[in-house]
């Protein structure tokens, strides 16, 4: 059981926006910790969507965005594209864990 | 770019420990602030397992502490990770990882890098 909650699955027709949320605790969001976001493609690694709570990698489409405010992060997908279709993961550290956690991760599906 | 090759055994037995390595191509892996690893049971998500930083201090999630240890061989190149004790509930695929680093170059300690594939273990008799 993650300390870092996300709805399982969200959908959106294509063109549209969907919003993935994080929330967390006063232990790691709210504690001031960064929030990474992931997308992972099903048999594939990982890949770095946002870090810094708001910052792009090189390469990732300003389609998504992220944000954060007190204990949750959330993160935007504008433009809905049938290859946005993955699991979105958020990640932080913990500290009463001592701990990098994951979030319990959101399908994210194009009707 | 750097690449990171997750290999291990594929199949291993409960009760025994868990050996693990990650070739590092592109990069010296002196170079990284640290390295990590990932696991992902089937249909799970995904669990930080810890993290090498190039001090040499490791830091371990709390649940595999008691069981867990990673190094790293600066002439192989390759990280290793050792899990010993292990259950079925220890089968996953495993990603090893690095800190990321920007386009400018710069660290940002809080992000892992995946770079490449996993590796699949899966405990059983």
């Known amino acids: 059981q993650s300390v870092l909650t996300q709805p399982p699955s969200v959908s959106g027709a294509p063109g549209q926006r969907v919003t993935i949320s994080c929330t967390g605790t006063s232990s790691n969001i709210g504690a001031g910790y960064d929030v990474q976001w992931y997308q992972q493609i099903p048999e594939t690694a990982p890949k770095l969507l946002i870090y810094?709570?708001?910052n792009r990698p090189s390469g990732v489409l300003d389609r998504f965005s992220g944000s954060k405010s007190d204990i949750s992060a959330s993160l935007s997908i504008t433009g809905l594209q049938a290859e946005d279709e993955a699991d979105y993961y958020c990640l932080s550290y913990d500290s009463s864990l001592g701990a990098y956690v994951f979030g319990t991760g959101t399908k994210v599906s194009v009707l | 770019q750097v690449q990171l090759q997750a290999s291990g055994p594929g199949l291993v037995k409960p009760s025994e420990t868990l050996s693990l390595t990650c070739d590092v191509t592109?990069?010296?892996?002196?170079?990284?602030?640290?390295w990590g690893w990932i696991r992902q049971s089937a249909g799970k998500g995904l669990e930080w397992i810890g993290n090498?930083?190039?001090?040499?201090?490791?830091y371990y999630t709390p649940s595999l502490r008691s069981r867990v240890s990673m190094s790293v061989d600066t002439t192989k190149n390759q990280l290793s990770l050792r899990l010993s004790s292990v259950t079925a509930a220890d089968t996953a695929t495993y990603y090893c990882s690095r800190s990321y680093y920007n386009a400018s170059g710069l660290p940002y300690r809080d992000a892992f890098d995946f770079g490449g594939q996993g590796t699949m273990v899966t405990v059983s008799a």
């Open positions: 592109g990069s010296s892996i002196s170079s990284a602030d640290y």
């Open positions: 810094a709570n708001t």
């Open positions: 090498i930083y190039r001090s040499g201090n490791t």
